[in-house]
């Protein structure tokens, strides 16, 4: 009697099969609701980190470009007038925005202290434009671990459920469940990685492209 079922487990063992697909098949409708979650959460992720790379680059491009034609020109008057409106640099974008407020009070008393909240709120607003979705790869780093810890915990209990039920505490009765619920803490960590990495990365490039915007207004500010 204990050959026959050392043999059945073995046999049970041998065909089951642990391809991702089948993990997720075999799964109930609460882990493998888990599993989706992670996954459009783990591809949207991507597709942030991959825009927020081409963003940066872009951006750091643009900027030095302005930057660079800027101390070149003349009066920031002169270069506010030739400045073409197809470009589209949040450093430029301040600069034009800036412009416009300065021109239009240019015979006001306090132009000085005008200027100075204009291109404080300018710079909030170019920063705001940068940082989208940044919320969206803080809660994915901090919460899916947790979500994938929730699909594994319950994936467990339907394991110990279904030893119970078949009285057999076989490793072949509980290893499908246990590989599927492992599966979904896998997943959890695979998204929250990267999107913790990006996050912290990405955090700390727009504190520096910030602290370029403010160097260039207090510049800016001082030949107004």
Do not use: C, H
């Amino acid at each position: 009697m204990e050959a026959d079922i050392s043999t059945q487990a073995v046999g049970l063992a041998s065909n089951a099969d642990f391809s991702i697909l089948n993990l997720f098949l075999r799964a109930d409708v609460i882990v493998k609701s888990v599993i989706i979650i992670l996954i459009a959460s783990s591809i949207y992720s991507w597709a942030i980190i991959i825009e927020k790379i081409k963003m940066f680059k872009k951006i750091s491009k643009s900027t030095e470009d302005f930057e660079n034609k800027f101390w070149k020109s003349k009066s920031a008057e002169t270069f506010y007038n030739n400045l073409p409106s197809t470009v589209q640099d949040p450093m430029a974008n301040l600069f034009r925005d800036s412009m416009v407020v300065m021109l239009k009070s240019r015979r006001s008393s306090n132009l000085n202290d005008k200027m100075s909240r204009i291109l404080e709120i300018n710079i909030e607003q170019q920063m705001e434009k940068i940082e989208k979705n940044y919320t969206f790869l803080a809660t994915v780093g901090s919460t899916a671990p947790f979500i994938g810890l929730f699909g594994t915990v319950w994936g467990i209990m339907n394991s110990f459920q279904s030893i119970a039920i078949s009285r057999n505490t076989s490793l072949a009765i509980v290893a499908p469940g246990i590989a599927e619920a492992l599966f979904a803490t896998a997943l959890g960590l695979l998204a929250a990685i990267p999107a913790v990495v990006a996050f912290n990365k990405f955090n700390s490039d727009s504190k520096k492209y910030s602290q370029k915007l403010e160097n260039f207004s207090k510049k800016l500010l001082s030949i107004i």
